[in-house]
């Protein structure tokens, strides 16, 4: 794959992963008082785990191809 492609579906990758975990948060946040009761689901823990998860991968990848920038293995 070429570089730049590579890097343009890292950081779309990133971004829709970051979108998720984000969602996913919002959703446990809505559990709290005042919105809500303070229970949470089993389902709702577990998107979050997996949003969460999914974004410290696609985070990985950007900080990977961050560093082949900086030190110079990239161009």
């Known amino acids: 794959m070429d570089q730049r ?12 992963a970051f979108e998720r975990r984000q969602a996913a948060f ?7 008082t005042p919105q809500g009761n303070g229970a949470t ?7 979050w785990e ?14 990977r191809i961050a560093s082949e920038i900086r030190t110079g293995r990239r161009r």
């Open 5 to 16: 492609a590579e890097e343009h579906a890292a950081i779309d990758n990133e971004r829709r």
């Open 26 to 32: 919002f959703t446990l946040a809505g559990h709290s």
């Open 41 to 47: 689901t089993a389902s709702d823990l577990a998107e």
């Open 50 to 63: 997996a949003a969460n998860a999914d974004w410290k991968a696609a985070n990985a990848e950007i900080e």
